[in-house]
């Protein structure tokens, strides 16, 4: 019986510091997460309907994709792959093309890692690269 009494506070102590990995620092590094603080940096996305590559959204409000990212816009032919964005009430995420196009998605969560965002009934997932 006095083995159960020291055996449960010593398990509980060491699952306690288990549970506490200093090198657990997911998030450590993210600060408040909202979409502003968040979105600068390279995302690859989760294809839709074997559509999806890679999007970059650089600190001065510009960024590019890959011709195969679902961030890539077509008009008559005129295909772009850079475009300048801008967060609007924080829900928002514009996206304006040199081709003419502008495109709005609703951001639905933001995490360090991982972007979720509507556009038109599509989810689009994006995560963090590297």
Do not use: H
Not at 12 to 30: E, Y
């Amino acid at each position: 019986m006095q083995f159960f009494k020291l055996f449960l506070p010593l398990s509980i102590l060491v699952l306690t510091l288990i549970a506490c990995n200093k090198d657990d620092d997911s998030g450590s590094d993210c600060g408040p997460e909202t979409i502003e603080t968040t979105i600068v940096g390279t995302w690859t996305e989760t294809p839709i309907f074997g559509i999806g590559d890679e999007v970059t959204f650089n600190g001065d409000m510009s960024g590019s994709c890959t011709e195969e990212s679902l961030f890539s816009t077509e008009l008559n032919g005129n295909v772009a792959n850079t475009f300048t964005w801008a967060i609007q009430a924080d829900t928002l995420l514009e996206l304006d093309y040199p081709n003419g196009i502008g495109v709005t998605y609703t951001v639905k969560s933001v995490a360090c890692n991982d972007l979720t965002l509507d556009w038109g009934g599509f989810t689009v997932k994006l995560k963090r690269k590297g």
